[in-house]
């Protein structure tokens, strides 16, 4: 199909996605509605929710780096096979990162740049090259500066990257310059700069030029004042910019790719006002040979930073809503059938469900399910909070570990105000031992600053080490039985807790701290293979614990939680961070219920440092 043929079915009002389709390589096996799309379709789920990811197509294979949950940035990879829409997961990254320069080259997928926190305070100068042949991640020299969600493109041979951010967004932190990195000489070179400073351009090549297209140029109060229809074109073998064709409506953080020998952009904004912002649902496609651009049908879910990239028939799109939360859903224009069932994006946090009551009644709900109103973000505080409810190894289920971590991290943020990019929240097998030594020994310590506070929440198994006595939190990947090499020990996370240089540090542990109910002779609902925290708590840390010397910890079944997380969570709600007021108020009811609903004795424990 010519460009001609083309321009006239856009004319037309037909979408792009029957040349698209024509244009593409081989066919999609599909088990019914083999048809192409004329519309965007839903097309396949991620296996997570997420946002801001960078998204490659290599091999048949769709890329999916990094991005942000609501733990903060990620370094999770997985793999979409293009032609079965299967998922898979790969090797993690050797940085945790968001809005990195990402393109493919020469069988490998490099990766330089991009922000370690998700305001953008914290660019990065790492490089990287992954190889899907052998799941393997090679260090590369890294970048001449720290930038932050710069633009990434391959051309002859070279992965250069475009502008970005040197600290947080503000316009004297936007970048003009332009590196290339030369995969024979290892070496990082200096290229013409940008004509423009843009922020969150699209960007995608064309014709042998790379097009930055639209973007933010000015910013003020916080908010984009000048978001950009201009379009460069740099040409690398003059090392040059010229100008093309510009958009018909100014677009920020808009995705673009090249199929079927035409750009395809989508997403992001055309209008920023202070909080009110004019969301871009529509679809461009650009011909070469300077044509204007023509317009396409409106996406699904409009957009914010999405990520476009090549299917085997068609485009396909995957990013964040354009309220910024994460997403699931990868849309498709252009492409064979089957579609996924269209439904409402996952939520980034889903309380526990809630029993109905009778129409007659208000709902029942238990209290600390309704979250309590958030308070202003406070940049100085942290946090990680670990739930492992169900193991890798044939370990009983810790019931509800995963509900009460997910609802106490909500807690952190909204009531000791924790900002979300500031909040680590680790569950089930996200909470492996390395995660545990990544968060703990790395990820805090290369945040916390003098004055700074942070909190640690723990739900889930702990266990002794029958030959010292030493007691360990049990990871997602922990065998009890071998648990000085698999476990976490509570001595090493004092130990790092007290490294920081924070002035005031929380650990919460809703676990059990004795051996009873080894051999699987346990009260029904405790949580068995459990730690003795007997060691003398660091100076400056404060230890609030679910039970004391060989008591169990148990669940709440009326209310579908730890009955120490519970308790734990309306002691947050009604005194704060007055922590020795929280224990206070929690301990006598939690002992009580115990005694009265399981005939069991709990006794939480507060366990002050030196410096208390």
Excluded at 572 to 593: E, H, M, N, Q
Aim: aromatic share 10%; charged share 25%.
């Amino acid at each position: 199909m010519n460009a001609k043929t083309v321009a006239k079915l856009l004319t037309a009002g037909t979408v792009l996605c029957a040349a698209l389709a024509a244009a593409a390589p081989g066919p999609l096996p599909v088990a019914a509605d083999p048809a192409p799309s004329r519309e965007w379709r839903p097309w396949a789920r991620a296996p997570k929710t997420i946002s801001e990811t960078a998204v490659v197509s290599l091999d048949g294979n769709a890329y999916f780096l990094g991005g942000v949950e609501m733990t903060g940035p990620v370094d999770s990879v997985y793999a979409l096979d293009l032609r079965t829409r299967s998922w898979t997961r790969r090797a993690p990254m050797p940085v945790t990162v968001t809005m990195a320069a990402v393109a493919p080259m020469n069988g490998r997928v490099y990766v330089a740049g991009g922000c370690v926190r998700g305001d953008g305070s914290f660019p990065t100068a790492e490089a990287e090259a992954y190889d899907p042949a052998t799941d393997a991640w090679t260090r590369l020299p890294p970048l001449p500066e720290r930038l932050c969600s710069p633009i990434g493109a391959a051309l002859h041979g070279r992965f250069y990257v475009f502008g970005g951010l040197t600290g947080g967004f503000a316009n004297e932190n936007m970048s003009t310059r332009v590196y290339a990195f030369d995969p024979r000489s290892g070496k990082w070179s200096r290229k013409h700069d940008m004509p423009l400073r843009r922020m969150s351009p699209a960007g995608a090549e064309l014709d042998g030029r790379f097009l930055l297209i639209g973007g933010c140029s000015e910013r003020a109060n916080g908010y984009c004042r000048t978001i950009e229809t201009s379009v460069d074109a740099y040409e690398p073998n003059l090392d040059s910019w010229a100008i093309a064709p510009p958009l018909p409506v100014p677009v920020f953080g808009g995705g673009a790719t090249l199929v079927g020998g035409r750009v395809v952009l989508a997403g992001g904004l055309s209008a920023q006002n202070g909080p009110e912002s004019v969301v871009f649902d529509r679809t461009y496609f650009l011909a070469p040979a300077d044509t204007p651009w023509q317009e396409g049908p409106k996406v699904v879910r409009p957009r914010w930073s999405p990520s476009l990239f090549p299917l085997e028939k068609g485009v396909g799109m995957f990013g964040s809503s354009a309220a910024n939360n994460t997403e699931d859903i990868v849309e498709a224009l252009g492409a064979p059938g089957p579609f996924i069932e269209e439904r409402k994006p996952r939520a980034p946090f889903v309380a526990p469900p809630v029993a109905a009551a009778p129409p007659s009644a208000p709902p029942a709900a238990a209290d600390e399910d309704v979250l309590p109103p958030a308070r202003p973000p406070r940049p100085h505080a942290y946090a990680v909070v670990v739930g492992v409810e169900r193991y890798r190894e044939t370990l009983p289920r810790a019931d509800y570990a995963e509900a009460d971590a997910r609802l106490t991290a909500e807690y952190f943020k909204r009531v000791l105000g924790v900002p979300e990019e500031n909040l680590a929240l680790l569950v089930n097998d996200r909470a492996t031992k390395s995660d545990f030594e990544k968060y703990f020994e790395r990820w805090l310590p290369n945040r916390v600053e003098p004055g700074d506070e942070v909190y640690v929440y723990f739900s889930g198994h702990g266990a002794p080490d029958a030959r010292n006595g030493d007691s360990y939190l049990v990871p997602f990947d922990a065998d009890p039985t071998y648990i000085a090499e698999t476990g976490y020990p509570i001595k090493r996370l004092y130990a790092q807790l007290a490294k920081l240089p924070a002035k005031r540090v929380l650990l919460a542990m809703d676990s059990c701290f004795s051996g009873a109910g080894g051999r699987s002779v346990i009260a029904k609902g405790a949580r068995p293979l459990v730690v003795n925290v007997k060691d003398a708590v660091p100076r400056g840390i404060t230890v609030i614990t679910a039970s004391s010397g060989e008591q169990i910890s148990n669940t709440y079944e009326e209310k579908k939680h730890g009955l120490f997380t519970y308790f734990f969570l309306e002691g947050l709600r009604s005194k704060g961070d007055d922590f020795r007021g929280v224990y206070d108020a929690l301990r006598p009811r939690v002992s009580r219920i115990a005694r009265r609903d399981y005939n069991s004795d709990q006794d939480p424990q507060f366990m002050p440092g030196a410096k208390e």
